[in-house]
């Protein structure tokens, strides 16, 4: 990597957990600035849902921990505290790379023991975060995958897919692939306070333009929902609008949750830009994680309209020439926010 005026600081304070993690060392560059990138050779890339996950796969591949999208809802922001690490700033500032991950990965999936078996990418962080840019940890990961004959599915709210989208028509043809594509804000202010990180919505929906395109079934996740903010039926029928003119084929939505540190990190942004909400949350959430099961049927009934009306249920939608047809993402993939 040509990294102009790059620095490296491995007496970084922040350090001490990733010693266990594989530190290599930890770069600073002027091109992100205010962010410190640990790089770190992983002994292992992919991982194994516990036996009692919902989920609908096995397996997982999280190239990175942490997250420069800053989502202040984000799901993930409790695992950087395994590393010494606070779930707050340094889960947006202090992002650690696994820069062996694609080695590691083809090793693994080369043993007579793996069953290619579906692996999931963006239940954590963002595989298309801004520092893949630099990094370049996906196109490997997918080249991994599709010659191991293994199906996998993506979530992202990165456009920087784009640049592997020739690479991921091929896998298609080869393997089954899903794609999906996180938008649940499409008011500006809203979500540069929210999701300050994150690309704006506009290049999100012509990112499912783009998958739409090449052929690819596209699932949106409108998620999270975060009530009173973007649960009026004005901006979720203008977001269903959007997302059905750019060519996704289904969509969900559900409520935002507030696990473990996120809760902390999110009240606190709520309680200063807009301190009127903080009673109806405690209202709606109590001492727990999710919204009150009246909320959830609320929501599931002034949304479901909105799914019917764009036609955003169907199973499946176009697929590129000879690929299997896609298979949209579950709901539970949208686990980083």
């Known amino acids: 990597m040509r990294w102009q005026a790059q620095t490296l600081d491995v007496e970084d304070g922040a350090l001490p957990g ?22 770190v050779l992983c002994k292992s890339a992919l991982n194994k849902m516990p036996e009692s996950s919902s989920l609908p796969f096995r397996w997982t591949i999280n190239p990175m921990r942490g997250c420069t999208h800053a989502c202040r809802y984000c799901f993930a922001r409790s695992s950087h505290e395994y590393l010494d690490l606070d779930a707050g700033r340094d889960f947006d500032s202090q992002i650690v790379v696994k820069t062996n991950v694609a080695a590691v990965l083809r090793r693994e999936l080369g043993r007579r023991s793996w069953r290619r078996e579906a692996v999931a990418l963006g239940t954590n962080t963002d595989p298309y975060q801004r520092a893949e840019g630099r990094y370049r940890l996906m196109p490997g990961i997918i080249r991994a995958l599709t010659d191991a004959g293994t199906p996998f599915s993506i979530l992202t709210k990165g456009p920087l897919l784009r640049r592997d989208l020739p690479l991921l028509t091929e896998a298609a043809r080869r393997v089954e692939v899903s794609v999906a594509v996180s938008i649940a804000i499409l008011d500006m202010d809203l979500h540069r306070g929210l999701e300050p990180g994150t690309p704006a919505p506009r290049a999100r929906l012509e990112l499912v333009r783009a998958l739409a395109d090449a ?11 975060i009530p ?9 029928e203008a977001l269903f ?5 750019a060519g996704a084929t289904s969509a969900v939505a559900f409520p935002m949750h507030l696990r473990g540190s996120t809760r902390d990190w999110f009240l606190e942004w709520l309680g200063t830009e807009h301190p ?8 709606l959430y109590g001492r727990g994680a999710n919204v009150t099961p009246a909320y959830a049927t609320w929501l599931r009934e002034r949304v479901n309209p909105l799914l019917d009306a764009y036609d955003l249920r169907r199973p499946q939608g176009r697929t590129t020439p000879a690929a299997p047809t896609p298979t949209p993402a579950d709901p539970q993939l949208a686990l980083f926010g």
């Open 276 to 283: 009127a909400l903080i009673r109806r949350y405690r209202q």
């Open 215 to 225: 052929g690819f079934a596209v699932h949106v996740m409108v998620a999270p929902v």
């Open 18 to 39: 990733l010693t266990r993690a594989g530190l290599v060392r930890s770069v600073r560059t002027p091109e992100f600035d205010g962010v410190t990138f640990h790089e």
């Open 228 to 236: 009173c903010l973007t649960d009026s039926t004005a901006h979720l």
């Open 241 to 245: 609008a959007a997302i059905a003119e």
